[in-house]
């Protein structure tokens, strides 16, 4: 198929595919405890009908422990040459938050018009982005094929990424069922619309706990306060040391590079952000490097007598939670080993802290030389009519790690349908349904792409 031919017939599957994301975002598929399961179920069942109706011959359904079903599919290699590619997405989705603070019910699709997004508009309702439109995306692909694609296809479709993945610890206990020479995680998009974009980093992510106990109860501030020492103004001066002026991490042996990809614009950031207006930003060094490359440190909780109820008493007592972020190649505890470190080291007003190490959560990053990413370069040219960026992701995709270890001379590629600005696990969630038209494409032209370097020839030739 020319790329011609791949766009025409791309067009032509609009409507439908339209039609399919909007039925299975009708659908309130929330795998999280206290929501019920029959949508969970229903979503499940209708993506295995939309694969068998798109001709995958093998559909399955896989009941793993404690998780929602997972739709497993193949489509077995065209010839025994041609390489085969595992296709990844997730059916589940958050649930909606405050629904006061949506523009219209979160599980009725709602066109909207423009925002930003070129034309055609997009479709508003909770997980329509995330990740439904990419789930939709490879159901495009399959169809512009007739179901036979010039590659092998594994197409994996979990109910429970949102709370708890099976996937960061499942795969490599299946190896066979993910063998593969290349994968696409659809779970992420574009830097903002019309950018074509490949993420190939993910920050790695540790949690420490750090106390302080220097009372055996609250004493009178008046009385005692002056002598006794304060827990709380230990705490502060502790969390005080773990960045510099200008708000970098003063943590040392956390890895900080800069950034060789693109970036947000600071505009775009403080808008995505929410940034008030006249607020610095902290830190030095480009967005790239403060977001992706380099390490980040936030008090994500802390444990302290609250203003409307306070004492005029010295605090006993007091307890933050630090949540870590690293460089994608660092050692998760490595990384973490060096924050307890740094805190254990410690001693405001002679006072030690007590240091307790929490989760972690490898990051990752890609390879970027091979035959896949080349072909993946090609296919989103060829899509968006631009050159690719690359850019990585603050947060982390545990699922990435699993899966990358199941088959580990895999390509891993992560591209998609959603953007930036779609209000992800926000009120408002969106897609642009010229961004998921793209995405159909590059899909399409990337195993075009793929199958004829397998082959050692050019694709669109073929
Ligand atoms: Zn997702």
Same mark, same amino acid.
């Given at each position: 198929m020319t790329p011609e031919e791949l766009a025409t017939t791309v067009d032509g599957l609009m409507d439908g595919l339209r039609a399919d994301l909007v039925r299975l975002a009708e659908i309130p598929s929330i795998a999280f405890p206290g929501f019920p399961d029959g949508p969970v179920q229903e979503a499940h069942d209708l993506v295995a009908e939309l694969l068998r109706d798109a001709g995958v011959p093998h559909v399955e359904r896989l009941d793993l422990p404690d998780t929602a079903p997972v739709v497993y599919g193949e489509i077995p290699p065209p010839d025994p040459g041609a390489p085969t590619v595992l296709l990844y997405g997730h059916y589940d989705v958050q649930p909606p938050g405050d629904e006061k603070l949506w523009r219209s019910p979160p599980f009725e699709p709602t066109p909207i018009e423009g925002d930003g997004g070129g034309d055609g508009g997009g479709l508003r309702a909770r997980g329509i982005a995330d990740d439904k439109s990419n789930v939709i995306a490879h159901i495009g692909m399959l169809r512009a094929y007739g179901g036979r694609p010039p590659v092998g296809v594994k197409i994996v479709v979990e109910g429970q990424e949102e709370y708890g993945s099976a996937f960061d610890g499942y795969p490599p206990t299946d190896p066979d069922r993910f063998a593969c020479d290349a994968m696409v995680i659809a779970d992420l998009g574009n830097l903002r619309p019309g950018t074509p974009t490949l993420t190939t980093g993910l920050r790695g992510a540790a949690e420490v706990v750090v106390e302080v106990r220097t009372l055996d109860e609250p004493r009178h501030s008046g009385e005692f306060g002056g002598a006794a020492p304060d827990a709380l103004l230990v705490l502060l001066k502790a969390l005080a040391t773990l960045h510099d002026v200008h708000g970098?991490?003063?943590?040392? +042996?956390?890895r900080r590079e800069e950034w060789a990809g693109t970036s947000y614009t600071e505009e775009e950031f403080r808008s995505l952000a929410g940034v008030r207006e006249g607020m610095p930003l902290i830190g030095s060094g480009g967005l790239g490097e403060r977001l992706w490359s380099g390490p980040a440190i936030t008090v994500i909780g802390l444990d302290a007598p609250g203003v409307e109820h306070a004492a005029s008493a010295v605090v006993p007592y007091a307890r933050a939670k630090l949540n870590l972020r690293f460089h994608p190649r660092q050692d998760p505890v490595e990384a973490r080993g060096r924050l307890v470190d740094h805190l254990r080291s410690l001693r405001p007003f002679g006072v030690p802290l007590t240091v307790t190490p929490g989760d972690t959560g490898p990051g990752y990053e890609a390879e970027t030389g091979g035959p896949a990413y080349r072909a993946a370069l090609t296919a989103l040219k060829e899509a968006w009519g631009k050159e690719a960026a690359y850019v990585a992701t603050g +947060?982390?995709?545990p699922l990435v790690n699993g899966l990358a270890q199941a088959a580990p001379g895999a390509e891993v590629l992560l591209f998609g349908a959603q953007d930036s600005m779609c209000n992800l696990h926000a009120p408002n969630e969106r897609v642009l349904l010229s961004e998921l038209r793209d995405t159909v494409v590059a899909m399409g032209a990337f195993v075009r792409e793929y199958a004829a370097a397998a082959r050692g020839g050019d694709g669109s030739r073929a």
């Open positions: 970098d991490v003063a943590v040392e +042996g956390l +947060g982390s995709i």
